[in-house]
């Protein structure tokens, strides 16, 4: 675009400060930090009061391995990625974890076997 180093920087304190920035990241490499499993679980809440909501949300947001967390529509109320060392690593991040959280009515895991896309660039259009 040509703009010199003060334009650009203005432009961008004006995009973090009307929110369109909200943060900064160093995308860190499962695999290379001993994190090579991940992990899509599906959960059903024993009931969608908002309380029984909130409850499982708070909970959840304190597990390091839950690196995403969506309240769904449908016959789940809750997908969630976690990610782990190995089998037995999420066996007990289950166990000790996640089935400890009061309200969870049941859990259904499914192992990714290989990771075909990974993004987090929105697709913008063009102005």
Known sequence: MGLSPSPCLRRLR??????????YVAWVDQKRVGLPVSIF?????DKQAE????RFERE???????????LMTGSRDYLLRVVA????????????????V???????????????????VLPIPNE
């Open 14 to 23: 004006h995009l973090e400060k009307d929110g369109y920035i909200s943060r």
């Open 41 to 45: 679980i599906s959960i059903k809440l």
């Open 51 to 54: 309380n029984e909501i909130d």
């Open 60 to 70: 959840v947001k304190k597990y390091p391995e839950v690196m995403e967390c969506y």
């Open 85 to 100: 060392a190995d089998v037995e690593a999420y066996e007990r991040f289950l166990k000790q974890k996640l089935t400890r």
């Open 102 to 120: 009061k309200g969870v009515a049941s859990i259904e895991s499914s192992f990714a076997l290989n990771q075909v896309k990974y993004t987090n």
